[in-house]
Every structure is written in C-alpha cells, then in structure tokens.
C-alpha cells in the first residue's frame, strides 16, 4: 500500500498524485482541473471529491496540491490571503534552497504559480498584491502563518466525501499578519485602466 492509500484515496487516485513529484508537476495537474466559481456552495471540496469530480477553485487545488506535496515527502503547507471586499485566496506552500514558493488555482493568470525565489512568507505574499483588484481598487490586505495539514487526520480534508469546514475554519482562524498598514491602505492609487482591463482575463466564463 503507497503513502496516498495509506490517507485514504483509492489506488488510481494516489499513484497519480505519487507520480507529480515537483512543484512544477503539481501545478500543471491542477491546471488540468476546470475552475469551478468560489460561490458555488462548497466551501472546500477534499482531495478525493477533486479528483472524483474533476472541478476545483483555489482552496479546492491547494489541498490537492498539499497532498502531493505530502506524498512527495514534503510538509502539506498552505497559507491563506485576505482581502477586503474581496474574495480570499489559497495557495500551497513549498521551499527550495531557504525560499518560498506556491502553488496556486485561480481562474485568473495572475494570480497562480509563484518561483521559488522569495526569502519570507510576506514577500511571497507581496508578490500577489499589484493583481489582486476588485475595479480599481487593490484589495489584499492579509496573510496567514503556514496551516501544516498534519496536523488534522486525513479524513478530514483527504478522503472524505463531502465539504470540509474545519479547514476553512483553521484557516481564517490560525494567525494572520497586517500585508498593508493602515496608513498605506488608505493612499493606496487605484488602478490604471490597463491593469484592470488584464484582471479581467479569465480562463473560464
């Protein structure tokens, strides 16, 4: 039996997670995956109800990419962005060489995969703050210390068949750190036409 079986997925299910092996893998796999919108009903569709159903949204893919990970050796990390008047994102952490890296779904170009190249959580972070608009406006405010998915039994977010709260809870509830002081946030210039115009680029309707 191979470590994937082991948390609960059927044979097919954790030999092909088994088979991604490196960041880059993992996210061309959920590339694969179509988007599903974050007001679809679900909070958080687990890893095996994702590769069942073949729809996933950002929180969605991140669990499947943390269970990659784990299988891969690696720690399940993912890490929460908040936005205000906006809708949150997540994605999955990883390090190469001391830094951090994502690996992230998001119907929108820019706001998925991140290079291992940033020196801290808040850096990583930054990197997603220029796409981040609701119109013109520059809504990420957030993020959250690394959620280590060992910490909560795999059927709760592995092999489980329906929604799973108490990860969207851990979520929101573990430690978040202020991205923009307040100060900062209400100078803040909106955004040109042209950045808004390229946020508007979307994948799937």
């Known amino acids: 039996m191979c470590f994937g079986e082991r948390l609960g997925l059927e044979r097919e299910a954790a030999l092909a997670l088994a ?18 919108s974050p007001d679809d009903g679900v909070l958080a569709r687990p890893v095996a109800t994702v590769l069942d159903q073949r729809l996933a949204k950002c929180i969605d893919a991140a669990l499947v990419a943390a269970c990659a990970l784990w299988i891969a050796g690696e720690r399940p ?26 690996i992230s779904k998001s119907n929108s170009p820019c706001l998925r995969f991140r290079d ?6 808040r850096e990583l972070a930054i990197s997603f703050f220029p796409q981040f608009l609701k119109g013109r406006r520059k809504t990420l405010r957030t993020y959250s210390v690394p ?3 060992r910490r909560y039994d795999p059927s709760l977010w592995v092999a489980r068949r329906d929604d799973c709260p108490e990860i969207v809870d851990a979520l929101t509830s573990v430690r978040h750190f202020a991205l923009v002081p307040q100060e900062a946030s209400d100078a803040l210039r ?3 036409g042209i950045e808004v115009e390229g946020s508007r680029l979307k994948e799937y309707p």
């Open 19 to 36: 088979s991604l092996r490196t960041p880059a893998r993992i996210q061309n796999f959920i590339n694969e995956i179509p988007w599903t």
């Open 190 to 192: 909106p955004a040109d």
């Open 116 to 121: 291992p190249i940033y020196r801290s959580m």
């Open 147 to 149: 959620l280590d998915l």
């Open 77 to 102: 990390l993912l890490m929460d962005l908040g936005a205000v008047g906006d809708v949150d994102h997540v994605v999955a952490l990883f390090r190469r060489r001391g830094l951090w890296g994502a």
